[in-house]
């Protein structure tokens, strides 16, 4: 009987240790709501099947997930463009820097209408909000250029960090309003037109393709410049639970879900090639 109890019991430690070893590794990874929180969910189950649980923590202010992955308090995060990593990374210590992992897809600027709803309609001293991280300004002011309503210094590039100072020619003398990125669509009434970055703009229930009164060109250098990407500290950069993220979003399922979305519309186009 006492051998039995002691078989029975290794054989339970044996089952423990067993158990133990197949759990699954949960992965904390931090979005912005729309679109890319809406893309995660998409591949939820894929991971799992991998090993990994995803828990995904939403995030509505741009400052914050950066230094919640730097401090391990999230995995990875998934919510910004190049410019905008490496003006974060020329900001903090190197042991703080971050490194983009896995490019998924591009969400195109655009100009919204405020007060107004044509730029037909633009008169000398009208306000234009934009938004006021130094990378995203720069880009909005690089939309309103192209827009030809300002003009820029001519060695200006997507990693210049630009504000309405630096601006050389407003014939609209056109009032250049900074705000957080978050609160632009909601700041809609009070100026007469906007650049809203496409996740708020969605979010807000704005379609970029049908509503954008001008639209950054999804063709040009700006679709490789501002692709969004899930970040990861330097020493997970080839991580297993990249290697499986990245296997599961490089999927047709993720691809015509992005390109399917008639929230999306216009708006969130991927810049991934499908895993053979």
């Known amino acids: 009987m006492k051998k039995l109890f002691i078989l029975v019991l290794v054989a339970a430690l044996l089952l423990t ?12 990874i931090g979005a912005t709501p729309s679109p890319h929180v809406l893309v ?10 991998l090993g990994f649980d995803l828990e995904i923590l939403t995030f509505t202010e741009y400052p914050l997930p950066n230094p919640a992955t730097a401090a391990g308090e999230l995995d990875a995060n998934y919510f910004q463009h190049l410019p905008y990593l490496n003006a974060y990374n020329g900001s ?3 042991a703080e ?4 992992a896995i490019p998924v897809h591009y969400e195109p600027y655009g100009l919204y209408a405020g007060q107004k709803d044509s730029l037909d309609a633009l008169e000398d001293g009208d306000s234009i909000a934009v938004t006021n991280d130094p990378s995203n300004e720069t880009r909005a002011l690089l939309l309103l250029q ?16 630009l504000t309405a100072l630096d601006i050389v020619d407003n014939p609209k003398n056109l009032q250049i309003v900074e705000l957080n990125a978050e609160l632009i669509p909601a700041s809609l009434g009070d100026v007469a037109f906007a650049v809203i970055n496409g996740n708020f703009a969605i979010g807000a229930g704005l ?8 639209l950054e060109p999804t063709d040009g250098e700006a679709g490789k410049t501002y692709t969004n990407y899930v970040v990861v500290r330097a020493e997970d950069a080839e991580a297993d639970f990249v290697e499986a993220l990245r296997s599961v979003l490089y999927t047709a399922k993720v691809r015509d879900y992005i390109l399917n979305n008639p929230d999306f519309a216009g708006g969130v186009i991927p810049t991934f090639e499908v895993a053979e």
């Not at 192209?146 to 960090?161: F, K, N």
């Not at 970029?208 to 001008?214: G, Q």
């Open 17 to 28: 240790s067993l158990t133990a070893l197949a759990e699954n590794r949960k992965v904390v």
């Open 40 to 49: 995660l969910e998409q591949v939820v189950d894929d991971l799992k099947a």
């Open 92 to 94: 903090v210590p190197e």
């Open 97 to 100: 820097q971050l490194v983009a």
């Open 146 to 161: 192209d827009a030809g309503l300002i003009t820029l210094p001519e060695d200006v590039t997507q990693d210049s960090q």
């Open 207 to 214: 379609s970029p393709a049908r509503d954008a009164l001008f």
